[in-house]
């Protein structure tokens, strides 16, 4: 990316980002999925962005597995809220993070606490480990290694580029390498969507995180500055 449009990579993320905040203000027992999607694309329109390419906002039993979409159901009290933004916003570029909320009131339950720890894990990990000159593959064997049982329902990536919509590279898991991993060297200037999906196969739950960053001369710079929900991780 020119350093033009990472200006308008961080003015869409703006936008994203007060949309999210916007979302989870809103989130209290009683309002639907299609409610706070329809907060969240009302934000994205009136911070100058263009449109959500998904639906991608679940809560409860819903956030298992990921890519379920909005609908009319109703948060209950203690269940989890999962968004990723997908947003086209102003200039036409793409803004990419995933932030996953409690509907209080209460305190997360340890299994939710352990399910977000891992997620929020993976991510720090594995911006953990970008440097300019990596390849692909590097990338994909010494990212964050996921536990068995969460193995079934990955993400699709460890990480995928960003500019006026997802797009390359995609760095493919190891053990999805050989199938449809593309070689490739990250440089400076790419911009990436870093992954996490950790839900277990028929669980209850799961925790969606993903962060968005720029590869820079010496290493990353976070674009995406949502704050993480210290009542996971304390």
Known sequence: KTPEEV?????????????????????????????LFAIMYHEVIRQGGEFIETRLLTSGQRTNPWFNEASGRKIRPGELVALDTDTIGCYGYYSDFSRTFRCGPGK???????????????????????????????IAEKAWKIPDRFVDQRYTSVMHGVGM??????????????????????????????????????????????????????????????????????
Do not use: W
Not at 110 to 131: C, E, F, T, W
């Open 7 to 35: 200006k308008c990579l961080q003015a869409s993320m703006a936008g994203a980002e007060a949309a999210v905040a916007a979302v989870r203000e809103a989130i209290k027992p009683g309002v639907s999925e299609n409610e």
């Open 108 to 138: 997360p339950t340890p299994y939710q606490k352990s399910l977000y720890r891992m997620a929020h894990d993976q991510v720090q990990h594995n911006i953990g480990i970008v440097k300019p000159g990596m390849a692909f593959r590097e």
């Open 165 to 234: 919509h997802g797009e390359t590279p995609f760095i493919a898991h190891s053990m999805d390498y050989e199938t449809y991993g593309r070689d490739g060297i990250i440089v400076p200037g790419m911009v990436v969507s870093v992954e996490s999906y950790i839900g277990e196969k028929g669980g209850r739950e799961g925790v969606k995180l993903e962060d968005e960053i720029l590869i820079t001369e010496t290493g990353t710079e976070l674009l995406s500055r949502f704050p993480y929900e210290d009542e996971f991780l304390e």
